[in-house]
């Protein structure tokens, strides 16, 4: 069952009473996309919250010279949507594409809603998430304003050695604000 994964990740911080597992396992939908499937098209409201349980998923939007550019990359587990228009239920600039096969678990915003007003715990998790989705964006912006190049992928990669097995280098080079030569030539200078 998909949903002990998301009530074992929410356990581990969280204590979560019978009937707040039995609320998560009612509310959160599994689902399973093959890789490159869009499952939030940009100009629409996001219509659910996704808890990942494995698989790599991005955010990217296109430019006016009609290039993706990425602006987020999970790295399961975690959760991922276009966050704010998802809460504020407006359209967003932004699409939700698998990079590989997923394995999700998805909650419309009603459900939400519904699963945090019957259960106190599960209100607590939902705020904590949404907190650390803005200080997420906070230190993004901060870190593509103040770091290098490479300080951004040495930060990704320590952080998160599994991306570059699971993610084209494409995909990372747009979501740390360059392009792929760069860092292709980045790459090279740091295994010379």
């Known amino acids: 069952m998909l949903q002990q994964k998301l009530i074992d990740f929410i356990q581990s911080g969280h204590r979560l009473s019978k009937e707040d597992t039995d609320l998560v396992v009612q509310y959160f939908e599994p689902v399973l996309f093959p890789k490159n499937r869009i499952i939030e098209e940009e100009g629409r409201v996001p219509k659910y919250l996704y808890y990942v349980v494995s698989g790599y998923l991005r955010l990217f939007h296109y430019n006016e010279a009609g290039d993706e550019i990425t602006t987020h990359i999970n790295c399961p587990p975690g959760f991922f949507t276009s966050y704010f228009p998802f809460v504020n239920e407006t359209k967003s600039n932004d699409n939700v ?11 419309t915003k009603a459900d939400l809603e519904s699963l945090t007003s019957k259960s106190m715990a599960m209100k607590d998790f939902s705020i904590g998430v949404f907190q650390q989705s803005i200080a997420y964006n906070e230190t993004r912006s901060m870190e593509l304003a103040t ?6 992928y040495q930060k ?32 090279r200078k740091m295994f010379l």
């Open 97 to 107: 594409e698998c990079i590989t096969d997923c394995e999700l678990l998805r909650i």
């Open 147 to 152: 770091l290098s190049a490479e300080q951004r």
């Open 156 to 187: 990704l990669i320590g952080n998160y050695p599994g991306i570059l097995h699971h993610v084209p280098i494409t995909y990372i080079a747009s979501f740390l604000g360059m392009k792929p030569e760069s860092l292709s030539r980045i790459r």
